[in-house]
Nanobody
Framework: VQLQASGGGLVQSGGSLRLSCTASGFTLDYYAIGWFRQAPGKEREGVSCISYSDSSTYYADSVKGRFTISRDNARNTVWLQMNSLKPEDTAVYYC????????WGQGTQVTVSS
């Protein structure tokens, strides 16, 4: 089981990035997938998650209205579209799934300059 996160980078404040989380070794169809982030010196925090049925999504208050999570089961991939980025969004972003245990992607760095 692996989760491959990608799409991070350096962007100016107000810019956009789209992160992807591609799964291997299992099928995403029946699992909720989450995105977390960790900024330097801070604890890891939940950003967004999407249910297996795609019928419900969750967003942290800090990203509501700016981030959108979606999934493409055919590609075994979950996306996190991030718009109107702010410097405080700077962090390493991780995707997560809980199968028989928790699995984390390797993280992708997002840096937003002011």
């Amino acid at each position: 089981v692996q989760l491959q996160a990608s799409g991070g980078g350096l962007v100016q404040s107000g810019g956009s990035l789209r992160l992807s989380c591609t799964a291997s070794g299992f099928t995403l169809d029946y699992y909720a997938i989450g995105w977390f982030r960790q900024a330097p010196g801070k604890e890891r925090e939940g950003v967004s998650c999407i249910s297996y049925s795609d019928s419900s999504t969750y967003y942290a208050d800090s990203v509501k209205g700016r981030f959108t999570i979606s999934r493409d089961n055919a590609r075994n991939t979950v996306w996190l579209q991030m718009n109107s980025l702010k410097p405080e969004d700077t962090a390493v972003y991780y995707c997560y799934v809980n199968l028989t245990r928790a699995y984390w992607g390797q993280g992708t760095q997002v840096t937003v300059s002011s």
